[in-house]
């Protein structure tokens, strides 16, 4: 069962900047695609981005411009700059299971989850 470590996370005020990584354990395999998801207070979670196995990304539209997303083989890393208070939320590390050597995309509903690192944006 695969693993994951985040690190990061605290608190900053508008305009400023952090770095979240998350390393994860336990693949048999190749390593496959992780993001990062985040839940507000009295919001649903939402994804804010994921990278694929094929290195392909993907931006929520919130966070474009301002967020990077990178893997490094087992670890992922989010960079997020210019943070505003409506980025405030629990950012939640996840990585795609694996189904022998293939990577189940679907890493919202089959994923493994990290148990979540606070970010703290005031204005």
């Known amino acids: 069962q695969v693993q994951l470590e985040e690190s990061g996370g605290g608190s900053v005020q508008t305009g400023g900047s952090l770095k979240l990584s998350c390393t994860a354990s336990?693949?048999?395999?190749?390593?496959?695609?992780m993001g990062w998801y985040r839940q507000a207070p009295g919001k649903d979670r939402e994804l804010v981005s994921r990278v694929s196995s094929d290195g392909t990304t993907v931006y929520a539209d919130s966070v474009k411009g301002r967020f990077t997303i990178s893997q490094d083989n087992y670890t992922v890393s989010l960079q997020m700059n210019l943070l505003k208070p409506e980025d405030t939320a629990v950012y939640y590390c996840?990585?795609?299971?694996?189904?022998?050597?293939?990577?189940?995309?679907?890493?919202?509903?089959?994923?493994?989850w990290g148990q979540g690192t606070r970010v703290t944006v005031s204005s």
């Open positions: 996840v990585a795609e299971a694996q189904n022998g050597p293939v990577c189940v995309t679907n890493m919202r509903d089959f994923g493994q």
């Open positions: 336990g693949y048999t395999f190749r390593a496959c695609g």
